[in-house]
């Protein structure tokens, strides 16, 4: 019987459950770190059974530290929140209220997290106290991640360990030499499910750095053997630019988080021409929905209604989910639900059918209005993706008096470009007529814009605003 096969309610319980541990490890740019030691090692000093049946915010300034303390803090507290390491200060004091936080385990300064309530603050180290294991029956704890909100306030989203592990099959066992990375944090949902399949597969896992230039990454990921790694496609796009791209040796390579186009799944086809290509369909409230693995954009009809263990259908043009790996809910008075009266997720990803395929459109909230005509920012994305010339781009919207708001376009150029033969003029009218030419009027940019590069969110995709 596998490690995935067996009833476990806590990530110590299924590392317990895994033989291969002694010799698996888990490293950041700092240190490596065995499996087996974060089971028997404190990073709480010991005293993480003072906070049994508490809800724990768990804030750290790295992810190393944060997983020896969510192995000691799962199945013991009832509530752990995890807090990316790009949260505002000022919005502490509302997760803390909303969660109902009783401690906080941080390696922080106490006063960076006001005093919205009163809590037991608890300091953390990345230094593992050796303890004895603690055999004691663990509890079902409520995971907590954090998503952007639409009025700048996080939204708080309730998992369950079997919800977060449902994807995660037998099948998925890696064998022998299966070295797992991301670009992702495991703070995040695509970062925490890496982790986990690493964690219950007992495979090694490489940590990105927060502060780690992607040369570096890339560098020590292909030096520690990084066999299977995921990303957004913007993470892909900025580690293609990088001249250490060349030094990973991957054979599994996984995008998410993103609409996935053609052109990026060519480039990684070819700078990486031994690895399998796969885009999954993820969201932090919808959970893994499917993977697509036929090295193509979009995904076939067929998968709606042929996915083992989860419900889909498209309604309304979105794609809607239920499984048992969705979300349980928001946390918070008076916070609407994700969840239709059927149990289903409605993940504001617009989907459009194409001779038996189906492609992402965009976010439904994300429309640009040009004159009262629609434009989905990711589809023209999609189209000045496939230009020779372009690396990446971003499309948004720029206001406007007379249309409400027009098209515009940020795009970072190939290596070398512009040139001396190819001037940014010629090769912004190049760009224009390629639209012209796939395109309807109203979603040619208005306006291109030559950029150095594109910053992205602490999700990893690329940051949109309106100009």
């Keep these: 019987m596998t490690i995935l096969q067996t009833a476990l309610t806590s990530l110590a319980d299924a590392m317990r459950a895994c033989a291969e541990m002694r010799d698996r490890f888990v490293e950041d740019a700092d240190q490596r770190v065995a499996w087996s030691d974060l089971l028997a090692g404190s990073a709480l000093y010991g005293r993480g059974d003072e906070l049994r049946g508490k809800s724990v915010l768990l804030a750290t300034k790295d992810q190393l530290t944060t997983i020896a303390s969510l192995v000691e803090l799962d199945g013991i507290a009832r509530r752990v929140v995890l807090c990316p390491p790009d949260l505002p200060l000022e919005h502490f004091p509302y997760v803390i209220e909303t969660a109902e936080v009783d401690g906080i385990v941080s390696d922080r300064a106490p006063k960076q997290f006001g005093k919205a309530r009163s809590v037991v603050f608890m300091?953390?180290?990345?230094?593992?106290?050796?303890?004895?294991?603690?055999?004691?029956?663990?509890?079902?704890?409520?995971?907590?991640?954090?998503?952007?909100?639409?009025?700048?306030?996080?939204?708080?989203?309730?998992?369950?360990?079997a919800s977060l592990t449902s994807a995660i099959q037998p099948s998925s066992t890696q064998g022998t030499g299966t070295v797992w990375?991301?670009?992702?944090?495991?703070?995040?949902?695509?970062?925490?499910?890496?982790?986990?399949?690493?964690?219950?597969?007992?495979?090694?896992?490489?940590?990105?750095?927060?502060?780690?230039?992607?040369?570096?990454?890339?560098?020590?990921?292909?030096?520690s053997g990084v066999t299977h790694i995921s990303g957004t496609p913007s993470h892909w796009r900025r580690a293609l630019m990088s001249p250490s791209a060349h030094l990973l040796k991957a054979t599994y390579i996984r995008l998410s988080g993103e609409a996935v186009d053609q052109a990026i799944l060519d480039h990684l086809r070819s700078a990486y021409p031994q690895a399998r290509l796969v885009h999954a369909f993820a969201s932090t409230e919808a959970g893994v929905g499917f993977?697509?693995?036929?090295?193509?954009?979009?995904?076939?009809?067929?998968?709606?209604?042929?996915?083992?263990?989860?419900?889909?259908?498209?309604?309304?043009?979105?794609?809607?989910?239920?499984?048992?790996?969705?979300?349980?809910?928001?946390?918070?008075?008076?916070?609407?639900?994700?969840?239709d009266e059927t149990g289903f997720v409605s993940t504001s990803d617009v989907v459009e059918l194409h001779n038996g395929r189906y492609y992402f459109a965009g976010r439904r909230d994300?429309?640009?209005?040009?004159?009262?005509?629609?434009?989905?920012?990711?589809?023209?994305?999609?189209?000045?993706?496939?230009?020779?010339?372009?690396?990446?781009?971003?499309?948004?919207a720029k206001k406007s008096p007379v249309t409400g708001a027009l098209v515009l376009a940020e795009v970072v150029l190939n290596a070398g470009l512009p040139s001396v033969d190819r001037d940014a003029a010629a090769i912004k009218e190049s760009i224009l007529e390629f639209c012209r030419a796939e395109l309807p009027l109203h979603k040619v940019p208005a306006l291109i814009k030559i950029v150095?590069?594109?910053?992205?969110?602490?999700?990893?995709?690329?940051?949109?605003?309106?100009?």
């Design 291 to 339: 993977e697509v693995k036929d090295g193509n954009a979009g995904f076939p009809e067929e998968v709606l209604t042929g996915t083992p263990n989860v419900e889909m259908k498209v309604e309304d043009s979105t794609l809607r989910i239920r499984s048992a790996g969705c979300a349980r809910c928001y946390l918070g008075d008076g916070v609407p639900s994700f969840k």
């Design 366 to 396: 994300g429309v640009i209005n040009v004159g009262g005509l629609k434009v989905h920012p990711e589809q023209v994305e999609a189209v000045i993706s496939r230009h020779s010339d372009v690396h990446m781009c971003l499309v948004r």
């Design 123 to 161: 300091p953390c180290s990345r230094s593992l106290v050796l303890r004895p294991l603690n055999e004691e029956p663990r509890c079902e704890t409520e995971w907590v991640l954090l998503t952007s909100g639409t009025t700048g306030l996080p939204k708080l989203v309730a998992h369950t360990f």
């Design 452 to 467: 150095p590069s594109l910053a992205l969110s602490g999700a990893g995709k690329v940051m949109r605003r309106d100009a």
């Design 181 to 223: 990375s991301t670009f992702y944090d495991i703070r995040r949902y695509g970062g925490l499910q890496i982790l986990l399949r690493a964690a219950l597969t007992g495979t090694p896992l490489v940590l990105s750095g927060a502060e780690e230039p992607t040369a570096d990454f890339l560098a020590r990921a292909g030096s």
